[in-house]
């Protein structure tokens, strides 16, 4: 299944890399997550790529025009583009009726093909992969008497957001207009038409969002502990 990964942004919060190198490049145990993304989706013999390439795109086509065992499409989807203008600018490039999308800086160890299963079994437009909203502060649990009795680090709550990690029906261009934001716009029309399903995910997931996301999965993949390499064999 052809996978489109949007990897075309500045991420300006992470100025300390991106001002050199998209953010799609930061390493991750000397490799671009990049990198780990696709050999995760290949794992599950996904190996049609389209990457929609924006802020230095130049970086990405180097480091990965030569890759002969993956068929990679470079799309060019501009600098200042969001989410959906990318997606709406490969629309031509994607020939299956279904395919699978994803953004460039985050990773999870969810079975895709699960995703794609069950995407078929619901038959809406759009399955996204709902992932537990984790608590970004520690917080406490008190008695009626207002005693503390317990803490608890960084807990996941009991709500889910929207983690990525797609399966689209080509319909979805349908549903992208123009100036629309792909998860404020989009989603929420395709949500009023009860057209998204949501792929409940509890295992891994992370963004790369900031210095301290860089940080935490370099240390993760140094320990032996990367959660997303039991599926494509190196662990």
């Known amino acids: 299944m052809e996978v489109v990964i949007l990897c075309g942004g500045k991420g300006t919060r992470l100025s300390e890399y991106t001002q050199f190198i998209p953010k799609p490049m930061i390493e991750i145990g ?11 989706y290949a794992s599950f013999g996904h190996r049609d790529f389209i990457l929609c390439l924006g802020y230095k795109g130049d ?4 480091h ?17 583009s969001n989410k959906a203008e990318r997606l709406a600018r490969v629309k031509n490039n994607i020939k299956a009726s279904t395919f699978l999308v994803s953004y460039g800086d985050d990773i999870t160890d969810v079975d895709i093909n699960e995703i794609i299963e069950f995407h078929h079994k619901k038959n809406k437009i759009v399955t996204l992969t ?29 709500h889910f957001m929207n983690g990525g990690f797609y399966a689209m ?3 979805i261009f349908d549903f992208i207009k123009q100036g629309y934001d792909l998860e404020k716009e ?15 995910h509890y295992g891994f997931w992370k963004s790369m969002n900031t210095l301290k996301d860089v940080i935490e999965l370099n ?8 959660p997303w390499l039991k599926w494509t064999g190196k662990e």
């Open 169 to 171: 029906k080509k319909e």
């Open 186 to 200: 989009t989603f929420e029309e395709l949500a009023k038409q009860n057209e998204i399903a949501a792929f409940k």
């Open 59 to 62: 970086k990405i086509q180097e």
């Open 30 to 40: 000397g490799k671009p997550i990049l990198m780990h993304l696709m050999e995760f």
């Open 64 to 80: 990965f025009k030569n890759i002969k065992d993956w068929n990679i499409q470079f799309a060019d989807t501009g600098e200042n």
């Open 130 to 158: 709902a992932v537990p909203l984790v608590s970004p502060f520690g917080i406490m649990e008190l008695n009626k008497k207002d005693d503390v009795i317990s803490f608890k680090e960084k807990p996941k709550l009991n």
């Open 219 to 226: 240390e993760l993949y140094g320990k032996g502990d990367a």
